[in-house]
Nanobody, 124 residues
Framework: QVQLVESGGGLVQAGGSLRLSCAASGGYFSRYAMGWFRQAPGKEREFVARITGSGGSRYYADSVKDRFTISRDNGKNTVYLQMNSLQSEDTAVYYC?????????????????WGQGTQVTVSS
């Protein structure tokens, strides 16, 4: 069983930056691909970014490509999401998730473990 805890959300002005963290416990962290998802009010949960267990491969949604960067530190059992040039459309609750396997998977149902989420609000 893997437990995930996100942190780093908050209120930021448009054009600003935030870094989200997700600390994992209870499993062999490097065996899990990690993903970031977000859910805005009234909308479905959507894929943001994903990184393989080794950190060697990353994949992004088109809406955040060139603005967001996913990374991980397997020594600290933590995955990060650096968010730059934030826009009001980025306002959402951000969740990290874990799954085993190396395939690029963007559907939430394919992920086995989830954190509780952290709120990101971008003011325009």
């Amino acid at each position: 069983q893997v437990q995930l805890v996100e942190s780093g959300g908050g209120l930021v002005q448009a054009g600003g930056s935030l870094r989200l963290s997700c600390a994992a416990s209870g499993g062999y962290f490097s065996r899990y691909a990690m993903g970031w998802f977000r859910q805005a009010p009234g909308k479905e949960r959507e894929f943001v970014a994903r990184i393989t267990g080794s950190g060697g491969s990353r994949y992004y949604a088109d809406s955040v490509k060139d603005r967001f960067t996913i990374s991980r530190d397997n020594g600290k059992n933590t995955v990060y999401l650096q968010m730059n040039s934030l826009q009001s459309e980025d306002t959402a609750v951000y969740y990290c998730a874990a799954r085993q396997g190396a395939m690029v998977v963007t559907t939430p149902s394919a992920y086995d473990y989830w954190g509780q989420g952290t709120q990101v609000t971008v003011s325009s």
